[in-house]
């Protein structure tokens, strides 16, 4: 089993609707989570950046942690044909820790 | 634009052969992460630098090797190359170890 489970897609949603991405992990001292945005040809993003359990909004992108059920999610409102990308989940165990472990990415494509 | 620049952004070459990939962070950034980026593996992490000094490892093949110099540009080198490391490979750069990491826009490495 991978540390980082992601449905690779690819995702598909009309303009404006709500988009709702998920990781499962299986290693529970993972405790900082992120979401990176890859474009194509491109290098990903930081999106959001989270500590713990927990939401964090930021415009309209929402990111919850759910660390007692190992699972992530990102949800994009609003969606746009721009949010079209690779959205790849990551994390690490403290602070301090500098490698990311990555899932897959999933391909969401928004159409007009 | 995230500041982190990698040359080249293609290279083809041939089995058995030896290239060098070359990253300088954004102004200001003390640490070099190098990630690969393939299909089925999806975004790993290979070597971490700062200031100079090589201060974790990830997935890295022994073929591979990498440093960091004095003005803090990266090179990442990787020999005897097989089919295999056809891929994707990144650089990103953060302030401190442990800070957000800000990723280049990739070299594209086709093995033939």
């Known amino acids: 089993q991978k540390e980082v489970e992601q449905d690779p897609g690819p995702l598909s949603v009309p303009e404006g609707a709500i988009v709702s991405l998920n990781c499962t992990y299986s290693n529970s001292a993972f405790q900082y989570f992120m979401w990176y945005r890859q474009y194509s040809r491109k290098g990903p993003e930081l999106l959001m950046y989270?500590?713990?359990?927990g939401n964090k909004e930021d415009g309209r992108f929402t990111a919850q942690v759910d660390k007692s059920s190992k699972y992530i999610s990102l949800f994009i409102r609003d969606s746009q044909p721009s949010d079209s990308a690779t959205y790849l989940c990551a994390m690490k165990r403290d602070q301090a820790g500098t490698a990311l472990i990555f899932g897959k990415g999933t391909t969401l494509s928004v159409s007009s | 634009d995230s500041g982190v620049t990698q040359t080249p952004k293609h290279l083809i070459t041939a089995t058995g052969q030896r290239v060098t990939l070359r990253c300088s962070p954004r102004s200001g950034d003390l640490s070099v992460y190098w990630y690969q980026q393939s299909l089925d593996q999806g975004l790993q992490f290979l070597i971490q630098?700062?200031?100079?000094?090589?201060?974790a490892k990830g997935n890295i093949l022994e073929r591979f090797s990498a440093q960091q110099f004095p003005d803090l540009h990266s090179e990442l080198n990787l020999s005897s190359l097989e089919l295999g490391d056809s891929a994707l490979y990144f650089c990103?750069?953060?302030?401190?170890?442990?800070?957000?990491?800000?990723f280049g826009p990739g070299t594209r490495l086709t093995v033939l």
């Open positions: 630098y700062y200031n100079g000094e090589e201060r």
């Open positions: 989270t500590y713990s359990s």
């Open positions: 990103a750069s953060s302030v401190a170890e442990a800070d957000t990491q800000y």
